[in-house]
């Protein structure tokens, strides 16, 4: 069982910075997981942001976020990080962190591939 507590979020104005953090709990070592972000704006379904392989730290991201969103790690803490620059109305969403074994690639951006969910942090960008 993981638990995953999230921390970062709020208001920022367009073109500013905001980092998000994810403290996992549970298993003594993470090897194997992912670890991923997700966000769910008003109205829209959940969509995929950005992901790190607990093991060799090799990120994927989505296009939409790709060049402004760094995604991180940090063993000794067990924390994983969403570093997000240059911030855009349309990243106002609920950010949402998750973690599973996730074996292929091609299911690390799928939602329904991870059991293990933090609670959800807004994260607001005014125009």
């Known amino acids: 069982q993981v638990q995953l507590v999230e921390s970062g979020g709020g208001l920022v104005q367009y073109g500013g910075s905001l980092r998000l953090s994810c403290t996992a709990s549970?298993?003594?070592?993470?090897?194997?997981?992912?670890m991923a972000w997700f966000r769910q704006a008003p109205g829209k379904e959940r969509e995929f942001a950005a992901a790190?392989?607990?093991?060799?730290?090799?990120?994927y991201y989505a296009d939409s976020v790709k060049d402004r969103f760094t995604i991180s790690r940090d063993d000794d803490k067990n924390t994983f990080y969403l570093q997000m620059d240059s911030l855009r109305p349309e990243d106002t969403a609920v950010y949402y962190c998750?973690?599973?074994?996730?074996?292929?690639?091609?299911?690390?951006?799928?939602?329904?591939?991870?059991?293990?969910w933090g609670q959800g942090t807004q994260v607001t960008v005014s125009s």
């Open positions: 790190i392989r607990w093991s060799t730290g090799i990120p």
């Open positions: 549970g298993p003594r070592i993470f090897t194997g997981y992912t």
């Open positions: 998750a973690a599973d074994l996730i074996a292929s690639p091609s299911s690390i951006g799928e939602g329904d591939e991870y059991d293990y």
